[in-house]
């Protein structure tokens, strides 16, 4: 099952991965809508008979300029966390209830070391409610899994200059956890340092993300 909001991109691509149509559908969805949640469900679960597996994918940020300016902020929360939040409470009692299923949630390691207020706020977020639900679900068959990628390629980092692995990267960490479930993922790996450098020289994070990302991300002049 396959969701997104650009319908036309979201049907090729699927025909794209089989040209049946039927191991694999697409459904053009607003996760921030209540209804295009539940529909979303509904026919995964119609079509396929039940959900084995929730990722949680969609993302946004404020591409350009200081987060307080952007006119509607909130929307970053809305995508990144409530989404997330809603989809996982609409599939987790069938998944309870066969006492099998795997929610995989895609955060970011600005869920771990801060970058952009808005932002980061969502992933620290995301990263809670996968770290507590993990525990909530303990003993039910029901696993939870956080993939915290860096900076990878993307529409949302096309205007930045650093350099990046492409979106594989996060593919091959999902497909390793649906085999083997862990709790937390951070790929590319050398971004773990960076989150241990964060915890343990939070001045040195300062100054990284001033000098450098800062400038090199989201184009501020300071």
Same mark, same amino acid.
């Given at each position: 099952?396959? !969701?997104?909001?650009?319908?036309?991109?979201?049907?090729?691509?699927?025909? =794209?991965?089989?040209?049946?149509?039927?191991?694999?559908?697409?459904?053009?969805?607003?996760?921030?809508?209540?209804?295009?949640?539940? %529909?979303?469900?509904?026919?995964?679960?119609?079509?396929?008979?039940?959900?084995?597996?929730?990722?949680?994918?969609?993302?946004?940020?404020?591409?350009?300029?200081?987060?307080?300016?952007?006119?509607?902020?909130? #929307?970053?929360?809305?995508?990144?966390?409530?989404?997330?939040?809603?989809?996982?409470?609409?599939?987790?009692?069938?998944?309870?209830?066969?006492?099998?299923?795997?929610?995989?949630?895609?955060?970011?390691? !600005?869920?771990?070391?801060?970058?952009?207020?808005?932002?980061?706020?969502?992933?620290?977020?995301?990263?809670?409610?996968?770290?507590?639900? #993990?525990?909530?679900?303990?003993?039910?068959?029901?696993?939870?899994?956080?993939?915290?990628?860096?900076?990878?390629?993307? =529409?949302?980092?096309?205007?930045?200059?650093?350099?990046?692995?492409?979106? =594989?990267?996060?593919?091959?960490?999902?497909?390793?956890?649906?085999?083997?479930?862990?709790?937390?993922?951070?790929?590319?790996?050398? %971004? #773990?340092?960076?989150?241990?450098?964060? !915890? !343990?020289?939070?001045?040195?994070?300062?100054?990284?993300?001033?000098?450098?990302?800062?400038?090199?991300? %989201?184009?501020?002049?300071?």
């Amino acid at each position: 099952m396959l !969701a997104a909001r650009r319908a036309d991109q979201l049907m090729q691509l699927a025909l =794209e991965l089989d040209a049946s149509g039927k191991r694999v559908i697409a459904v053009p969805t607003d996760v921030t809508s209540p209804d295009a949640r539940r %529909y979303l469900i509904e026919v995964a679960c119609g079509h396929f008979g039940r959900i084995d597996v929730l990722i949680n994918n969609a993302g946004v940020t404020v591409e350009q300029g200081w987060w307080w300016d952007d006119p509607d902020p909130m #929307r970053v929360l809305r995508v990144n966390l409530e989404a997330p939040i809603e989809l996982t409470r609409l599939a987790l009692p069938d998944m309870r209830a066969r006492g099998a299923g795997h929610i995989i949630n895609i955060g970011s390691v !600005a869920g771990r070391a801060a970058t952009n207020g808005i932002y980061s706020a969502s992933k620290f977020g995301l990263r809670g409610f996968s770290l507590g639900l #993990r525990r909530e679900l303990l003993g039910t068959g029901v696993n939870v899994s956080l993939i915290a990628p860096g900076f990878v390629q993307s =529409e949302m980092t096309a205007s930045a200059r650093l350099p990046m692995p492409g979106p =594989e990267v996060v593919a091959r960490a999902v497909a390793a956890v649906m085999d083997r479930p862990q709790r937390e993922v951070i790929v590319p790996g050398a %971004y #773990r340092a960076v989150a241990l450098l964060d !915890a !343990a020289l939070p001045g040195v994070g300062d100054l990284l993300v001033r000098r450098v990302l800062i400038r090199r991300r %989201y184009n501020h002049p300071n």
